[in-house]
């Protein structure tokens, strides 16, 4: 069974960054379709990043430019890079990857980021 | 970008059936797929591609799509299937993926 497991959350000010990263030492972030999906406390699920296979990324609107999304095969760590974090940032950050690039098959348990002065 | 609909809540009795819509333009012509989120816990994939499911997800769970409507069902209600439901689709022309709003499951 795959164990998704992320780290990384926090509490931060408006402006500052904070990285987090998800793993599984059974479970191939190479060899598998990765992303970050979020929920704001009390609300919906919303994606934030994919990175594919081939190594093709992709952001929400909202995010683009501020997040970066990677993956370090030797470590088989997947990282979402948060810069300029605002308070609608905050919520509770899965890591989900898959054999589909359609859909969110595998999902770790969150870790909650919180933006606040 | 594309826009899901689902009703806010659902209640359903023990031993009855839940059907869950999710609307959008012409979503028959698409892909669906549902998530289950339990009350504290991360979501759980129940149907994807409209109408499979994954091998341990029992098969009370089934759905459906057609025209401007996809459907999850749950046959036989269980205190257990007490949850938030979630559809999401991709959205090509963005590069999106989009989550409908979700439906709070209640069994009463």
């Known amino acids: 069974e795959v164990h998704l497991v992320e780290s990384g959350g926090g509490r931060v000010q408006p402006g500052e960054s904070l990285r987090l990263s998800c793993g599984d030492p059974e479970f191939s972030v190479s060899s598998n379709y990765m992303n970050w999906v979020r929920q704001a406390p009390g609300k919906g699920l919303e994606w934030v990043s994919s990175?594919?296979?081939?190594?093709?990324?992709y952001y929400r609107d909202s995010v683009r430019g501020r997040f970066t999304i990677s993956r370090d095969i030797s470590e088989n760590t997947l990282y979402l890079q948060m810069h300029s974090l605002r308070p609608e940032d905050t919520a509770v950050y899965y890591c989900?990857?898959?054999?589909?690039?359609?859909?969110?098959?595998?999902w770790g348990q969150g870790t909650l980021v919180t933006v606040s002065a | 970008s594309y826009v899901l609909t689902q009703p806010p809540s659902v209640s359903v009795a023990p031993g009855q059936t839940a059907r869950l819509s999710c609307g959008g333009d012409?979503?028959?012509?698409?892909?669906v797929h549902w998530y289950q989120q339990r009350p504290g816990q991360a979501p759980v994939l129940v149907v994807s591609?409209?109408?499979d499911r994954p091998s341990r997800i029992p098969e009370r769970f089934s759905g459906s799509n057609s025209g401007n409507s996809a459907t999850l069902t749950i046959s036989r209600v269980e205190a257990g299937d007490e949850a938030d439901y979630y559809c999401?689709?991709?959205?090509?022309?963005?590069?999106?993926?989009?989550f409908g709003p979700g439906t709070k499951v209640s069994v009463l």
């Open positions: 990175i594919y296979v081939g190594g093709g990324t």
């Open positions: 999401q689709v991709w959205d090509s022309r963005t590069d999106d993926y989009v």
């Open positions: 989900v990857g898959g054999d589909s690039s359609s859909y969110f098959e595998h």
């Open positions: 012409n979503i028959g012509n698409r892909a």
């Open positions: 591609y409209n109408t």
